[in-house]
């Protein structure tokens, strides 16, 4: 007879891990209804087995020995909460050997040991879902692979990391330094005690080496993401842009053009106008371009006990239908494209630039002579004075140029006598995503 249960394994009873419990026990009725099978909690992962708990759970289900769900025959699918990449690596491969079917919102693991894990996953037919992992309840992942997958996506453009999102809205809507919005946002729980891996754009570069290996369908390794953090930029360059008419975020990049991609995470001005511009406080959302579709965004909660762990019952949801049609592990499409990287010279921005200079006459013919010289023109110019007039301020914008040509010129100002100081460079977006 068939079985008309689905049990799970649950590693982990975390902010994540208590509302996947939460949403099963809540929704059992509309999961009945969407899979035609019940969804049981079987056992649940714990360190602590004592420690208080928000929810309610059988004394049956929590355990602190992993072998218990992992090598358990009754246990058809392992839900990984726990994060980082060990021990979570190896659970997921052993329960994998074992012919479990897997969820997990490890962005982190995804990013750096995926390929490893959907390969095992293919040789033993087994689901491996991760759609928490990137932008918490916004169904990105899916839709580049089941929406998009008759279109070709050109470009991936987004904010994929609330902590930072919020910092720089702070700093945007009220002239606060950074330091100051960073240790408030600590203070209210949205920044970790130390923040570097969302600050200095590491966990944005782990979502956008998730985003475009599937979007592109060619695996992109984290450590060919150009990553680059909010750390470094003041309230005088949000305060500048918005004067020239753009808003600061730190924004994802994934673009292919003629098969070659580039994929980076760096503050960018985009103007005020664009979409983007609104997305505020801890809120996500991507832009995607499709050749045939046009352009689309995800906007959403993007993280979160509840938005997650909706994004894993969702994927959970999916392996149980699969399950039900006898189609597991038939729906993955490892990436299959030569991977292409774009040199420095095919990678075009615009670009803002703040300089500090000494207040004399002919230093703006000197720099716009550099930019000239390699091939860079100007877009917008202020100059303001700087340090009680005693030098200048000036700001540029330049027309789309080479990054190879900005470093140059870059480079060319650092040795230049009358230019005291590089304060900022930033890449500058356009008004749409073409």
Request: glycine share 10%; net charge negative.
């Amino acid at each position: 007879m068939e079985k008309q249960t689905v049990n799970v394994g649950l590693l982990g009873l975390g902010t994540v891990g208590t509302g996947v419990v939460r949403i099963i026990q809540g929704h059992q009725e509309d999961l009945q209804k969407q899979t035609g099978l019940g969804i049981n909690i079987h056992k649940i992962l714990v360190q602590d087995k004592d420690k208080p708990r928000s929810i309610d759970t059988v004394s049956e289900w929590i355990t602190t020995d992993a072998n218990e769900l992992l090598s358990d025959p009754l246990i058809d699918v392992i839900v990984e909460v726990i994060g980082g990449i060990s021990p979570a690596k190896e659970y997921i491969l052993q329960a994998l050997e074992h012919g479990k079917h897997v969820v997990t919102a490890n962005k982190d693991l995804m990013a750096l040991h995926g390929a490893e894990i959907l390969q095992k996953a293919q040789e033993r037919g087994c689901d491996v879902f991760y759609e928490a992992s990137v932008a918490g309840g916004i169904p990105i992942l899916r839709a580049l692979v089941e929406g998009f997958s008759s279109d070709r996506i050109t470009k991936m453009m987004g904010i994929v990391n609330g902590t930072t999102n919020y910092i720089l809205t702070k700093m945007t809507q009220e002239g606060a330094d950074y330091a100051e919005v960073l240790k408030e946002a600590q203070e209210l729980g949205y920044a970790e005690a130390d923040p570097t891996s969302d600050v200095e754009g590491l966990d944005a570069a782990r979502k956008m080496a998730i985003l475009s290996t599937l979007g592109f369908r060619a695996s992109v390794d984290l450590a060919e993401v150009d990553a680059k953090g909010i750390s470094s930029v003041t309230k005088e360059d949000i305060a500048y842009g918005k004067k020239l008419g753009y808003v600061v975020k730190l924004l994802g990049l994934a673009r292919r053009d003629d098969d070659e991609i580039e994929v980076s995470v760096q503050p960018t001005m985009i103007p005020k106008e664009h979409p983007l511009a609104s997305v505020n406080g801890v809120f996500n959302a991507v832009y995607v371009h499709g050749e045939a579709v046009g352009e689309t965004m995800f906007y959403g909660p993007g993280a979160g006990e509840l938005p997650t762990a909706t994004a894993v019952v969702s994927d959970l949801v999916t392996v149980v239908k699969n399950k039900k049609l006898g189609v597991n592990g038939r729906g993955m499409v490892a990436p299959y494209k030569e991977k292409k990287l774009k040199t420095d010279d095919k990678k075009l921005s615009k670009y803002f630039l703040r300089l500090i200079v000494a207040d004399e006459r002919g230093v703006l013919a000197q720099i716009t002579k550099i930019l000239a010289d390699a091939d860079i023109s100007l877009e917008q110019v202020l100059q303001q004075p700087y340090n009680g007039g005693k030098q200048a301020e000036i700001i540029m914008v330049t027309h789309v140029a080479a990054k190879s040509s900005l470093d140059q010129v870059i480079g060319t100002f650092s040795d230049l006598s009358v230019i005291k100081e590089v304060k900022s460079c930033y890449r500058v977006e356009g008004g749409s995503v073409e």
